[in-house]
């Protein structure tokens, strides 16, 4: 059986760009060696005094987990040392990095990342993962990286992706050619070709949000959930319930069984849970090229500008006609 790694995928695909340098090649090369070792720790999180939280707290305010900044340090050294980025943004750290290093200066990309979403997971063994978007610098070469490297549309992005620390380990990415899933073939170490184009299925019957919180949602959401409820044989209906509270594993879940993924905003949070930059704009580009939609319930998520790094929105992700209906709803009923 031949296979494919994510290396000679990503070099033969590097040949469809005319005048490719590489460097956006060597970048998703780093990020897959990151995740490995993050794989790698994550695989022995029951074996070692690494289960519980560090006692710091991160920008959000949330405990950080040990998992956490291990995962942040991996990622920020694999793109620093790769020297493919002028700087990082990440969800653990308040402010971006700009790195003061010669080939750092003069490198094409900035990246934010997750390093491990659904961290409140780990300790009960449940799927968590990496999510990276990849943007062009703004600033000009051989300067540090500023705020406005790190402040671009999710329309802007070069590629995007996830890895999912599951029953295997996957990392899906898109270059906007396309969203292509290699799963990690832990026997020789290497992403392999397993899910080429993705896309959302052509029938989705599963809807995905904290159903605790639905007292404070909007009128339009409250009345999506029930529209999902409801019985309705030619439509599908209802739809089933699926959330693991794992935004990477209930993302993943969805583009291959066909379902969306809701985190609205709610009376107290009325922006959502869900940060922007690093969490909603990377899965927003994937799915649009599995032919998929996200929004915030109004607005195309590609299209939002960032004034924050840290900035959250209510999220909507799924296939175009479910997406479609909720913000149909959104529009009837809140004002
Ligand atoms: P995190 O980045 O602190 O891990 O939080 C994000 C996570 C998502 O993975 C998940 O979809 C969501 O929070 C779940 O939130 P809730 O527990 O409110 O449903
Ligand atoms: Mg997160």
């Known amino acids: 059986m031949s296979m494919v790694t994510l290396n000679e995928f990503i070099m033969e695909r ?6 490719a340098s590489g460097d956006l090649s060597r970048l998703l090369a780093d990020i897959s060696i990151a995740a490995k070792i993050i ?9 070692q005094d690494i289960l519980g939280a ?13 998992l ?13 040392w790769g020297g493919q980025v002028c700087g990082a943004g990440s969800e653990e750290n308040e402010k971006y990095f700009a790195f003061d290093l010669e080939h750092c200066r003069k490198a094409k990309y900035v990246i934010l990342f997750d390093p491990l979403d659904g961290s409140s997971n780990i300790d009960v063994n449940v799927s968590i993962g990496t999510i990276f978007s990849i943007h062009r610098r703004k600033s000009s070469l051989g300067d540090l990286a500023n705020v ?21 380990t996957m990392l899906v990415y898109t270059t906007g050619h396309g969203v292509n899933g290699f799963t990690l073939e832990p026997s020789i170490g290497e992403f392999c070709l397993s899910h080429a184009d993705m896309k959302f299925p052509e029938t989705s ?15 339009g959401v409250q009345a999506y959930v029930n529209y999902c409820k409801s019985v309705d044989k030619k439509n599908n209906l209802p739809y089933t319930a699926r959330y693991i509270g794992s935004l990477v594993a209930d993302f993943h879940r969805n583009l291959i069984k066909g379902g969306i993924y809701i985190y609205p905003g709610t009376k107290k949070n009325t922006e959502g849970k869900l940060r922007l930059q690093y969490e909603c704009n990377p899965l927003a580009f994937i799915a649009e090229q599995a032919g998929g939609k996200a929004s915030d319930g109004k607005n195309r998520i590609l299209d939002i500008q ?15 006609k479910m997406v479609e209906k909720v913000e149909e709803f959104i529009r009837e009923l809140d004002i």
């Open 148 to 168: 406005n490297d790190f402040l671009q549309k999710g329309s802007d992005q070069v590629a995007a992706g996830y890895v999912i620390y599951g029953s295997s």
């Open 68 to 80: 956490d900044v291990f995962s942040d340090q991996a990622l920020l050294n694999a793109v620093k």
């Open 306 to 320: 960032p004034k924050d790094l840290h900035q959250r929105t209510p999220f909507f992700i799924g296939p175009v």
């Open 205 to 219: 019957t599963m809807y995905s949000i904290n159903e605790g919180n639905m007292a404070s949602c909007s009128k």
């Open 54 to 66: 560090e006692s710091t707290t991160n920008i959000q305010g949330e405990t950080q987990m040990k």
């Open 14 to 19: 590097q040949a469809d760009f005319p005048f």
């Open 39 to 47: 794989n790698h720790k994550v695989n022995k999180a029951g074996l």
